[in-house]
């Protein structure tokens, strides 16, 4: 695996051309799990969708508002605070996540899940992720401060940034290829509102999946 250390990206490494993100208005989002109430989430377990995107890139600009007035502990069993998005999501068992997770402390993780011929998180659970190292330190999330967190891949490569500038870029493993899939948003017990969101747009949109399936 070829990792680029962030300076040398920044040097030497010739980036394409960005996607082009259209706005998706957080009304428009297909909500798998958890409550919108507007464009605001207090559910400690969110995930959604852009039906009208493709997933090789996606924005989230929020504001967090500290933790869900209830919290919930993941499938591993793991009590988590972490904002994100979610990228070829092509269901809850095939997909890329870049997580702006807070426990054990504030740091941006990139991981693949992938569970090839498995499509429920019911049926893949917490198995199938694949960590893409390193992981990089990033500044907490504190209530009431504005953030913008992007990503996107190009090739085998992804590349992340916070506020306008680039904190991670690396190489995915080869399972993430073989995912296609819309952009979305994933949060766990943190609540939070969203200023914005957008991904690039799709040919056609996509049928809205049962909650039950993410």
């Known amino acids: 695996m070829r990792l680029w250390p962030l300076a040398l990206a920044a040097c030497s490494h010739k980036a394409a051309e960005p996607l082009v993100l259209a706005p998706v208005a957080p009304t428009a989002l297909c909500v798998t799990k ?34 869900t007035s209830t919290t919930r502990e993941l499938a591993s069993g793991q009590l988590r605070r972490q904002l994100g998005l979610k990228l070829r999501a092509a269901d809850g068992c095939n997909l890329v996540y870049v997580m702006w997770r807070l426990d054990p402390k504030p740091m941006l993780e990139i991981s693949v899940k992938s569970n090839p011929g498995k499509h429920d998180s019911k049926e893949c659970g917490a198995n199938g992720y694949i960590k893409v190292k390193p992981t990089r330190s990033v500044r907490d999330l504190r209530a009431g401060e504005p953030h913008e967190l992007r990503a996107e891949i190009a090739g085998d490569e992804l590349t992340a940034s916070i506020d306008g500038t680039v904190v991670w870029h690396g190489e995915l493993p080869g399972e993430a290829r073989a995912l296609t899939g819309p952009a979305g948003v994933r949060s766990d017990n943190l609540a939070f ?14 049928p809205c999946a049962d909650k039950a399936s993410d």
Not at 41 to 64: I, K
Not at 193 to 206: H, L, Q
């Open 34 to 67: 958890g409550e919108l109430t507007g464009n605001t989430v207090d559910a400690p377990t969110f995930r959604a969708v852009s039906r009208e995107s493709t997933g090789d890139a996606a924005s989230l600009a929020f504001t967090t508002h500290g933790e």
């Open 193 to 206: 509102e969203i200023r914005g969101f957008a991904a690039p747009k799709a040919a056609a949109v996509a």
